[in-house]
């Protein structure tokens, strides 16, 4: 007999609402749920293959631990001993920095994800944190934090209602959009284009995306930051700037006008590959059209100058007048924010408050850059002792950070290591103890992170589809009993992780005047929790004391998670609104157009228009039916045009004597590799393509189908010490690469 369940999908930040068929414990078939208040029925062919993600035979059942050098299974008990016996002593014996911590993407996909690594990292007191955030979206965290004061304050394009779209190193034909969360984002791309809307591409390869543009600029890679510069300088030197709406919250403007002054679009055309005339017309469309929104991800991000073109985004869209604006970009209010503090000053955002051991690298968010794990390890120094034990939560960094055959020796030699993964692969095979969460339909969802970066105020959330298999343990249960196990805690009752988060953030709210339980009594609040279980109650507190809350009986019609299980498909909380002064957490209480950090670093992108490396640069792109580099076990998401080959311009396999399909040899600062061409004039002359996350050759991994196709990892190109060094994320674009036929096929 089978039955259908709602379930968000959690394989991309688009967060559709999907309509899963079940029989027992399996799902058998992935539809869009058309009632969903926000995704209304789209889906893509990941979401479709829902069932197969899920009930991948490889996928761990239950704990593995290392017992004499091999991966064996083992009760969770076992596991969890074995997680206390290898933390503890590291931890007492050399400091809490020795045991770092690395979180991955499927983090912010996941209900546990969100609610239990800030608890483990408060308890364990640890520096040494490293993210996926530096592999991507760290200098825009960075440049909000510097100019709003807040590194969670991302603006997000207001998607349906803009007049004029410059989106700058996204893909979202391929990728689904990201932050910007928007379901059906080619769809809303179309409507823009019907309402008589335009929409501009940046970007070195003729994606999909920019195929459906009025304009696409195949700009030089790594060179964003210049070509937005020279577009605010024309705003200035044309007096385009109208900060309407804005002006009495923006400080600096004048000083921003005389630090870019020798950006102009003449200045910049040699750097970028772009005309100066058609910057010129890039900002004055801009200025001239009634809405317009500046995006920019990826490929803005993971460059040298990663900061500056995402505080340049901002910096336009402020310039215009766009920003807090209807059809411009608008900060996201989702339903678990904490209740707004009215406005005024704040404590502003504070960078490089400590540094990596290694290289000096300063702090972002609390971070250092993932980039810097290996040395870390492996590298020991007079200023405090290096990593020895290791917890990682879905990351795959072997695959997805720079120099992967550096850092997978230095996993190799730790004295302790635990994954909470749901595969044995190139990261999780060098664990000491697996803890493998439930498939996603056997897990809730809700989305805590992409719900603040959403295109329409929206919340949902779904109930496990499918019941705990026997013998499984839900994500929740076992970071919260990992966290016991690493603070000296190993046996406690875990529900106590979630009472104490509760008492301690009732007991902060009672006391802060804005809340909606200002003066209450903490644990009366607690004691009208409702839910099953810990996350479900501290989901409850979360939405009852949240912006749109029940303030717990102080507005009766307000959210609750009561309210939110009476509507599955969701509950609509409409557009995006103007905020602005409230979200400002900045020293002044204002815009600080021009941050000391930021001016500091012009100088650098001053010399960028000078340097153009002669050669090949690298560059990479993502495929509609691909996840970083987890989804390529699935028969279903692989094959196709879904490969790992070089895309390479016509002219430079000319060039450099390479035919379709050869063999091509790729040297890059971190290392070699060989990959099949694919000729292409997709991509630019000049530019070399290759996905990431493949590489699935290593042994000890249980990968049955991603091994039968495993590609290459592009990442063994990068040795590590390219980054931006405001945000400390990793350069993946723009990467210098020198191309040879191979002798043999690859
Ligand atoms: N060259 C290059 N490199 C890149 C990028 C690029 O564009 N170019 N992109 C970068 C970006 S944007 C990102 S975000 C990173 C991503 O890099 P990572 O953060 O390493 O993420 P994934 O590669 O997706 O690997 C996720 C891991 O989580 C596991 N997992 C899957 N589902 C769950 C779950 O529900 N719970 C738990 N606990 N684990 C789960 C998977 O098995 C896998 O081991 O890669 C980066 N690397
Ligand atoms: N199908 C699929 N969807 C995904 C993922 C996936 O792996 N597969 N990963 C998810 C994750 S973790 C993320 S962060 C998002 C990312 O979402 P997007 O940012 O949309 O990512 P990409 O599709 O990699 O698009 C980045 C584009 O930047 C271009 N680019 C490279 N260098 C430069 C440059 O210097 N300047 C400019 N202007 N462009 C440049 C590349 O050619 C590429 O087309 O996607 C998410 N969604
Ligand atoms: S677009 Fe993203 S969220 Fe929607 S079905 Fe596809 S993978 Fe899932
Ligand atoms: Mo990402």
Same mark, same amino acid.
């Given at each position: ?156 394009? =207001? ?117 100066? =005339? ?203 009993? !990992? ?100 979200? !400002? ?74 035919? =379709? ?86």
């Amino acid at each position: 007999m089978s039955r259908t369940a709602l379930r968000i999908c959690p394989l991309c930040e688009a967060t559709c609402g999907l309509t899963l068929t079940v029989d027992g414990s399996r799902v058998t078939g992935a539809r869009g749920d058309r009632e969903d208040v926000f995704s209304k029925g789209f889906i893509c062919p990941k979401g479709a293959s829902f069932g197969a993600v899920d009930g991948d035979p490889d996928r761990l059942r239950g704990p593995l631990v290392r017992r004499e050098g091999v991966l064996r299974e083992a009760t969770w008990e076992e596991a969890f001993d074995a997680v206390a016996a290898g933390i503890r002593p590291v931890v007492e014996r050399y400091g809490p920095h020795a045991a770092g911590v690395v979180l991955g993407n499927p983090n912010v996909h996941t209900v546990a994800g969100a609610l239990y690594p800030p608890v483990l990292l408060a308890a364990l007191g640890t520096r040494s944190l490293f993210t996926a955030s530096t592999l991507d979206q760290m200098p825009k965290h960075v440049s909000s934090g510097l100019l709003f004061g807040d590194a969670g304050a991302i603006p997000v394009p =207001d998607l349906d209602r803009t007049g004029h779209l410059l989106l700058i190193g996204a893909n979202p034909l391929e990728s689904n959009g990201s932050l910007c969360t928007a379901p059906d984002f080619p769809g809303r791309l179309k409507a823009l284009k019907a309402r008589g809307g335009t929409l501009t591409v940046v970007d070195p390869r003729r994606t999909r995306t920019a195929a459906l543009a009025d304009r696409h600029l195949a700009i030089r890679p790594g060179t964003d930051a210049l070509l937005l510069a020279a577009m605010a300088h024309v705003l200035f030197e044309e007096g385009l700037t109208d900060l309407a709406h804005l002006a009495p919250h923006v400080q600096d403007v004048e000083e921003l006008r005389s630090a870019i002054r020798d950006f102009t679009p003449e200045a910049v055309s040699g750097a970028c590959d772009v005309d100066a =005339d058609v910057i010129r017309a890039l900002a004055r469309d801009l200025a001239a059209a009634p809405t317009a929104a500046v995006y920019g991800r990826i490929g803005s991000c993971t460059v040298p100058h990663g900061t500056l073109a995402s505080w340049l985004v901002d910096v336009l869209n402020i310039l215009t007048g766009n920003l807090d604006r209807p059809g411009g970009a608008l900060f996201p209010q989702a339903a678990t924010d904490r209740p707004p503090r009215p406005a005024g000053p704040g404590r502003g955002f504070a960078l490089g408050r400590w540094h990596s051991r290694v290289s000096g690298h300063p702090e972002a968010k609390g971070e250092l850059p993932i980039s810097a794990l290996a040395e870390e390890i492996d590298t020991a120094t007079r200023e405090g002792e290096p990593i020895r034990a290791l917890v990682a939560v879905a990351a795959n960094p072997v695959l997805s950070a720079p120099d992967g055959d550096r850092l997978d020796k230095a996993l190799a030699s730790l004295d302790f290591m635990v994954s909470v993964d749901p595969y044995l692969n190139e990261t999780s095979r060098h664990a000491h103890v697996v803890l493998p969460p439930p498939p996603p339909a056997q897990s809730p969802h809700h989305d805590f992170a992409f719900n603040t970066l959403a295109v329409r105020n929206q919340v949902r959330y779904t109930r496990p589809a499918v019941p705990l298999e026997p013998g499984r343990m839900a994500e929740s249960e076992i970071l919260a009993r !990992l966290i016991l196990a690493a603070t000296g805690m190993h046996g406690a009752d875990p529900a106590a992780v979630d009472e104490t988060v509760i008492g301690q953030t009732l007991g902060k709210a009672v006391k802060e005047p804005h809340s909606p339980v200002h003066g209450r009594d903490p644990r009366e609040l607690a004691a009208r929790l409702t839910g099953d279980g810990g996350p479900e109650r501290r989901l409850d507190m979360m939405l009852r004391l949240g912006p749109y809350g029940d303030g717990f009986g102080a507005r009766p019609d307000g959210l609750s998670l009561e309210k939110l299980l009476a509507h599955p498909h969701g509950v609509d909380l409409g557009p995006l609104r103007p905020r602005l002064p409230q979200p !400002l957490k900045t020293v002044s209480g204002r815009i600080e157009l021009l941050p000391r950090p930021i001016a500091d670093d012009l100088p650098r992108l001053r010399a960028a228009l000078r340097e153009r490396p002669a050669g090949l640069v690298l560059v990479g792109r993502r495929h509609l039916r691909s996840n970083n580099s987890w989804m390529h076990n699935v028969p279903a998401l692989t094959g196709g045009s879904n490969r790992c080959t070089l895309h390479i311009h016509p002219e430079d396999a000319a060039r450099l004597g390479i035919r =379709d399909g050869a063999a091509v040899h790729v040297k890059g600062a971190g290392g070699a590799l060989t990959a099949p061409a694919e000729i292409t004039d997709g991509v630019r002359p000049g530019v070399v393509s290759l996905p990431h996350g493949w590489g699935h050759d290593r042994p000890g991994t249980r990968l049955a189908h991603a091994a039968t196709d495993p590609g290459v990892n592009v990442n063994q190109l990068l040795d590590g010490s390219l980054l931006d060094p405001l945000s400390g994320n990793a350069v993946l674009n723009g990467v210098p690469v020198r191309l040879s036929p191979a002798a043999a096929p690859a």
